[in-house]
C-alpha cells in the first residue's frame, strides 16, 4: 500500500475551529516536517513517530498531542489502519473566547512547547467522549456554538493539565497564574518575527521583567512553578523553534537570522544553536534542504 504524503506547507486555516473524527484500514499517511499557524489539539490512536522540534518519539499506543504555532512537528503512521480526533482553532478563538487568558498560562498551550499524554484506558475514554462531543458542536452550528465548542477544548486542555497540576493556595494560584499567562503572551507576541523590519524587541528575562512590572527573580520563580521551566528556557525554546523555522523556510542569511533573535554577533548565535540542538545553524540548514 503506497504511503500518502500531506503537504501542509499549503493548507489554509479559512476558519477559526475545526474538528474532525477519522478511520483508515488501508492508508499509510505521511506528514513532512512543518509548523502551522493554528494550535492542534490531536488524539492518536495508532502507533505512530512523531518528530517534534527534530526529536523523534515512537508511540505505541494511543498519544494525546498538544501543538501550538512555533511547533514543528512531522508524523508518521507507522501502519494502514488509523484511527483518531483532531480539533484546530487559532489563537484569535482562543483569545475572543478567554478573554483573561487563563488557559494560556499553562504548558499545553505555551509557546515553542509540546505536550505528549498516554492516557491509560478510564481517561482514553474520557477524551473519546469529548472529542466527539466536540466534533459534534463543530458540525452542528447555532447562536452559542463557539462557546460550546471552546468549553469542550477547555476539557480536553484540562485532561492535559492533570499530568502538570499542582498543590498550592487558590490566592497563590491565580497571581501566579496571572503573571505567568501575561509572561506568555508577551513570548507569544515577539513571534513570528519579521526580517529587517520586525527583530524579536524583548530578548532576555530582565526586558520582560520591566514590561510587568516585576523583580526578575520573581518572575523566573513564578514561571518555573506554573509551567516547570524557568523564563530563560522558555525564551529559549521559542528561539530555537523560530531559528529552525527560519533556516528551513526562509532564504534569510544566518547573520540576519541571529541578529532578528537578539544576537548581536553571529558567533554568539551560532554557539547558542549549536547548544540547544546538537548542530550548526548551517549545518541544519543543509540537512533540512535534502
Not at 504524503?5 to 489554509?12: C, S
Not at 452559542?144 to 469542550?152: A, G, Q, R, T, V
Request: glycine share 4%.
Amino acid at each position: 500500500m503506497p504511503v500518502k504524503i500531506f503537504d501542509h506547507n499549503v493548507k489554509k486555516l479559512s476558519y477559526s475551529v475545526n474538528a474532525k473524527k477519522y478511520s483508515y484500514a488501508d492508508e499509510q499517511v505521511r506528514v513532512p516536517l512543518n509548523r502551522n499557524r493554528w494550535h492542534k489539539i490531536w488524539l492518536i490512536g495508532n502507533p505512530c513517530r512523531l518528530v517534534i522540534n527534530d526529536e523523534p518519539v515512537i508511540c505505541e499506543r494511543p498519544v494525546l498531542f498538544f501543538a501550538n504555532p512555533l511547533v514543528s512537528y512531522s508524523y508518521d503512521s507507522l501502519q494502514d489502519k488509523r484511527w483518531g480526533y483532531w480539533c484546530v482553532f487559532t489563537k484569535e478563538f482562543m483569545a475572543a473566547n478567554d478573554p483573561l487568558g487563563r488557559l494560556r498560562a499553562y504548558p499545553e498551550l505555551a509557546p515553542a512547547s509540546a505536550m505528549l499524554l498516554f492516557p491509560e484506558s478510564e481517561q482514553l475514554e474520557v477524551v473519546r467522549m469529548l472529542f466527539g462531543q466536540l466534533t459534534a458542536a463543530v458540525n452542528t452550528r447555532f447562536a452559542f456554538s463557539d462557546e460550546m465548542i471552546f468549553n469542550y477544548i477547555q476539557l480536553l486542555i484540562f485532561e492535559g493539565m492533570k499530568a502538570e497540576a499542582k498543590i498550592a493556595p487558590a490566592g497563590q494560584v491565580d497571581a501566579a497564574v496571572r503573571i505567568t499567562r501575561q509572561f506568555m503572551q508577551l513570548l507569544e507576541s515577539q513571534f513570528p518575527i519579521q526580517l529587517p523590519e520586525r527583530p524579536m524587541q524583548l530578548r532576555k528575562p530582565l526586558d520582560f521583567a520591566r514590561c510587568l512590572a516585576v523583580h526578575v527573580n520573581h518572575l523566573n520563580a513564578t514561571v518555573r512553578n506554573i509551567s516547570g521551566q524557568t523564563t530563560s528556557q522558555h525564551i529559549a525554546a521559542a528561539k530555537i523553534a523560530e531559528a529552525k523555522a527560519l533556516l528551513r523556510h526562509s532564504d534569510l542569511s544566518i547573520g540576519a537570522i541571529g541578529e532578528g533573535l537578539g544576537f548581536d554577533y553571529q558567533n554568539h548565535f551560532h554557539r547558542f544553536f549549536k547548544q540547544n540542538t546538537g548542530s550548526t545553524p548551517l549545518a541544519y540548514r543543509a540537512k533540512a534542504n535534502l
